[in-house]
């Protein structure tokens, strides 16, 4: 008998469109943003820092320190410690990671949909390695999440198609079967482009309203 050959799944029939993995995005949806414009904001304020500056250093340096090129320790350094400060590193970077906080309704959303609904989940976020890691093991992410697919560990950023297309192939599962849920528009319209079907999340309740509506909804039984 000749072994059955696996097919790959480009070339399988495109019958199987049920949902059965999650995408999802970190910063605006599972914990608040970990050092957007807001933060930065705050911690201008904190610190006594020159925002305009700061912030001009900032994007001559973050594309790169969230693709992994450089560490946190090489960012902060450029964007702050330039200079002689009246503050030190720990005290900076104790404020940084003091900003996430975790939305644990949508925490519970998504775990539910792995523990009860049997859901691949994969996290597609751009970030710095040092902000994740903290932030997985802070928050427990990895209890629930399958693959992290981070910029800093793959060194692809959002609105890159290729993050995505690596996170199908890490979840080996069809666009189609996919949901992404993201705060960003521009991103889930990127995801869309590629098959995927997409959640512009905005608040806990339209996003179970619209996982409702792809036969995910969601019972309140809260995390083990």
């Not at 990671?97 to 309704?105: C, G, V």
Request: net charge neutral.
């Amino acid at each position: 008998m000749n072994p059955v050959t696996k097919l790959p799944l480009s070339m399988k029939e495109n019958t199987a469109t049920a949902i059965t993995c999650a995408f999802v995005d970190v910063g605006g949806v599972l914990l608040t943003n970990a050092w957007d414009r807001h933060v930065r904001k705050r911690a201008a304020m904190n610190f006594n820092l020159d925002l305009d500056e700061m912030e001009d250093r900032h994007y001559l340096n973050f594309n790169t320190f969230e693709e992994g090129k450089i560490t946190l320790d090489e960012y902060l350094s450029r964007v702050i410690f330039y200079q002689k400060r009246s503050f030190t590193r720990t005290q900076f970077l104790s404020f940084m990671f003091a900003q996430s906080k975790p939305y644990p309704e949508m925490i519970e959303l998504i775990a539910q949909l792995k523990i009860r609904r049997g859901l691949k989940i994969v996290v597609v976020s751009n970030s710095g390695r040092e902000l994740i890691e903290y932030r997985i093991q802070k928050f427990r992410l990895d209890r629930f999440v399958d693959s992290f697919i981070c910029s800093c560990f793959v060194h692809i950023r959002k609105p890159d198609k290729d993050i995505f297309r690596l996170a199908l192939d890490v979840a080996q599962v069809q666009a189609q079967q996919v949901v992404y849920i993201e705060n960003t528009p521009m991103f889930v319209q990127i995801a869309e482009d590629l098959g995927i079907q997409g959640i512009v999340h905005t608040d806990y309740n339209s996003t179970c309203a619209k996982l409702a509506s792809f036969g995910l909804q969601h019972e309140q039984v809260g995390i083990p």
